[in-house]
């Protein structure tokens, strides 16, 4: 019971912190860098899971303060409970817009065009 206590205290993370995560994340998504489709993977797979995967390595494209805020937005995820959507003001609209700027993510349309 220590440890889980001990992993608990180490993972948590504050409603605040999860929340201006999601938001910087989403400025990043939302643009056109060499971050932008790592900063999309990781809110669409913590937002939708079966229809978003996350590929790790391309979180070495980020800059470390966007890693950091992609490790918060992990962290919020498991610990708080709550999808990213849900912790920003016009959260429902605002994932829309991104899943539409980055389909070519979805699960099933990944490759497609690849041969």
Request: glycine share 4%; charged share 25%.
């Amino acid at each position: 019971m220590q440890e889980t206590e001990f992993l608990r205290q180490k993972l948590t993370v504050t409603e605040r912190d999860y929340s201006e995560a999601v938001s910087s994340l989403l400025n990043v998504a939302l643009g056109d860098t060499s971050g932008s489709r790592a900063a999309a993977q990781v809110l669409l797979s913590t937002y939708n899971g079966n229809n978003y995967h996350m590929d790790l390595t391309d979180l070495c494209v980020l800059d470390l303060k966007y890693v950091e805020q992609s490790l918060i937005v992990l962290r919020g995820r498991v610990m708080l409970c709550s999808e990213p959507h849900q912790m920003i003001e016009d959260g429902k609209a605002k994932f829309e817009r991104l899943e539409k700027q980055w389909e070519h993510l979805y699960v099933k349309n990944r490759h497609k065009n690849e041969q």
